[in-house]
């Protein structure tokens, strides 16, 4: 319940920013200020225009009165609610903040505008966080006052069932940052990993290599219904063209795009990309435009020929193999400890990880 972290204000106060300001209104940044308003912080929410902020404000107002008149939060919980989160769409509202975490659309250029903007409109010592799922925080601010404070925090959704973060950090972040954001992921009761920027989004890459070999699989001509099917029965919960569809075929292509810019290996992730650069071209994006690798507006079709089990144990070796190395591989170059990342993949996956 709310309520139940309030406790935990005054402690935050010497070690963790206490006014924490949010960018962005869609799934991610709305699923972050719901888990964020349950921890006594001060909230600003910023959104790109005053139509869209009262919307999310009103929704606010009404979420919160019914917490209160259902009794899940007490009266000193919704009055604090509702006398310190402010929401609109100026920047000014988030000057006073401590700590700024955006989430909004994965496109360098728009959070960069967004970052240097912000620059100029919030005091000096405010640390600029990015949710980014695949660019490093070094590329979303050039700023000589700013750059030991712009980190990644990238949360999983839904962030309160997905007990992981990914800090991020550059060669020039401070000390004080670190201090402060080791703070503030504890206080939130979050598990983190402590990641250089050559070694973001760690967990997104583990599966780098298994999602190359799935898609040189589907463009040898293995239907790709039976390739996730196998995934979801031997090996994850969710198959990997399911998973892309869910992402967004045009968020995963930008993202594996920046996964493998320094790989040495690109002709091996040629399948992926291609698998993903024709879909975007149709503009068939994945859950979001109702047909990706998937088509949803149409009845599920069964695959033309069932695989035999020796197909599929040979395909359930080749993935399992693909996903170990790298799993191992991340281990041995000393980016997280063995119990670090089984953690972290058993948060990711919803499940219990068995390597």
């Given at each position: 319940?709310?309520?139940?972290?309030?406790?935990?204000?005054?402690?935050?106060?010497?070690?963790?920013?206490?006014?924490?300001?949010?960018?962005?209104?869609?799934?991610?940044?709305?699923?972050?200020?719901?888990?964020?308003?349950?921890?006594?912080?001060?909230?600003a929410w910023l959104c790109e225009t005053e139509p869209e902020a009262a919307e999310v404000r009103r929704k606010f107002i009404k979420k919160t009165e019914?917490?209160?008149?259902?009794?899940?939060?007490?009266?000193?919980?919704?009055?604090?609610?509702?006398?310190?989160?402010?929401?609109?769409?100026?920047?000014?509202?988030?000057?006073?903040?401590?700590?700024?975490?955006?989430?909004?659309?994965?496109?360098?250029?728009?959070?960069?505008?967004?970052?240097?903007?912000?620059?100029?409109?919030?005091?000096?010592?405010?640390?600029?966080?990015?949710?980014?799922?695949?660019?490093?925080?070094?590329?979303?601010?050039?700023?000589?006052?700013?750059?030991?404070?712009?980190?990644?925090?990238?949360?999983?959704?839904?962030?309160?069932?997905?007990?992981?973060?990914?800090?991020?950090?550059?060669?020039?972040?401070?000390?004080t940052t670190h201090e402060k954001v080791h703070h503030f992921l504890s206080a939130i009761k979050k598990f983190h990993l402590n990641l250089a920027e050559?070694?973001?989004?760690?967990?997104?890459?583990?599966?780098?290599?298994?999602?190359?070999?799935?898609?040189?699989?589907?463009?040898?001509?293995?239907?790709?219904?039976?390739?996730?099917?196998?995934?979801?029965?031997?090996?994850?919960?969710?198959?990997?063209?399911?998973?892309?569809?869910?992402?967004?075929?045009?968020?995963?292509?930008?993202?594996?795009?920046?996964?493998?810019?320094?790989?040495?290996?690109?002709?091996?992730?040629?399948?992926?990309?291609?698998?993903?650069?024709?879909?975007?071209?149709?503009?068939?994006?994945?859950?979001?435009?109702?047909?990706?690798?998937?088509?949803?507006?149409?009845?599920?079709?069964?695959?033309?020929?069932?695989?035999?089990?020796?197909?599929?144990?040979?395909?359930?070796?080749?993935?399992?193999?693909?996903?170990?190395?790298?799993?191992?591989?991340?281990?041995?170059?000393?980016?997280?400890?063995?119990?670090e990342l089984d953690f972290a993949l058993t948060e990711y996956l919803g499940e219990k990880w068995n390597q």
């Amino acid at each position: 319940m709310i309520f139940l972290h309030f406790k935990t204000l005054n402690e935050m106060a010497t070690k963790s920013p206490v006014k924490i300001g949010l960018i962005g209104s869609g799934k991610m940044g709305t699923d972050i200020f719901n888990y964020l308003a349950g921890f006594g912080f001060e909230l600003a929410w910023l959104c790109e225009t005053e139509p869209e902020a009262a919307e999310v404000r009103r929704k606010f107002i009404k979420k919160t009165e019914r917490q209160y008149k259902n009794q899940l939060i007490d009266e000193q919980c919704y009055q604090r609610l509702m006398q310190t989160t402010v929401i609109g769409h100026t920047m000014e509202l988030l000057s006073g903040c401590e700590l700024i975490i955006e989430a909004i659309t994965e496109k360098i250029n728009v959070k960069q505008e967004v970052f240097h903007r912000l620059d100029s409109v919030v005091n000096p010592d405010c640390i600029f966080a990015s949710n980014s799922s695949s660019i490093v925080p070094s590329l979303l601010l050039n700023s000589a006052k700013r750059k030991d404070k712009t980190v990644g925090l990238h949360f999983f959704y839904p962030v309160s069932y997905r007990n992981i973060v990914e800090y991020i950090y550059t060669d020039s972040t401070s000390e004080t940052t670190h201090e402060k954001v080791h703070h503030f992921l504890s206080a939130i009761k979050k598990f983190h990993l402590n990641l250089a920027e050559e070694n973001a989004f760690i967990l997104n890459k583990l599966f780098l290599n298994l999602q190359a070999e799935a898609c040189r699989l589907y463009q040898g001509g293995m239907d790709f219904r039976q390739i996730d099917d196998v995934v979801k029965e031997k090996i994850f919960p969710i198959g990997v063209f399911d998973f892309f569809d869910s992402v967004g075929i045009d968020t995963m292509l930008f993202a594996v795009n920046q996964y493998i810019i320094n790989s040495d290996k690109k002709e091996f992730y040629q399948p992926l990309i291609a698998s993903l650069q024709s879909l975007y071209n149709q503009g068939r994006l994945g859950i979001k435009t109702k047909a990706g690798f998937y088509d949803y507006a149409a009845p599920a079709l069964p695959p033309k020929n069932a695989l035999s089990p020796s197909q599929k144990n040979e395909m359930v070796q080749l993935l399992t193999n693909t996903f170990k190395e790298s799993f191992n591989t991340t281990i041995q170059n000393g980016i997280c400890t063995r119990q670090e990342l089984d953690f972290a993949l058993t948060e990711y996956l919803g499940e219990k990880w068995n390597q």
